[in-house]
Nanobody, 116 residues
């Protein structure tokens, strides 16, 4: 069973920064893409950023230029550096990992709250 462990959420003022981390268990050879999604109260879960095994990235338009996704040297970790945070970035952030032949797995979520 694959497990994803997230950390790094918290409370920050508008304009501030936070860095989220996620470590995935399981075979790195089967690990394909990793990413971050978020879900605000009353809204659907939405993509924030994805990074593929070839390190290509994809960002939601709302975070382009402010957020950066990266993978650690161990390849089974993913980070989300969030700068210039806005109150509308407030949400529960979920780590996501896609494994070849195993499917998709989710972390438990970490709360990010941005005060105005």
């Amino acid at each position: 069973q694959v497990q994803l462990v997230e950390s790094g959420g918290g409370l920050v003022q508008a304009g501030g920064s936070l860095k989220l981390s996620c470590a995935a268990s399981g075979s790195i050879f089967r690990l394909d893409a990793m990413g971050w999604y978020r879900q605000a109260p009353g809204k659907q879960r939405e993509l924030v950023a994805l990074i593929a095994s070839d390190t290509s990235t994809n960002y939601a338009d709302s975070v382009k230029g402010r957020f950066t996704i990266s993978r650690g040297n161990a390849k089974n970790t993913v980070y989300l550096q969030m700068n210039g945070l806005k109150p509308e970035d407030t949400a529960v952030y979920y780590c996501n990992a896609k494994y070849i032949a195993w499917g998709t797995f989710w972390g438990q979520g970490t709360q990010v709250t941005v005060s105005s």
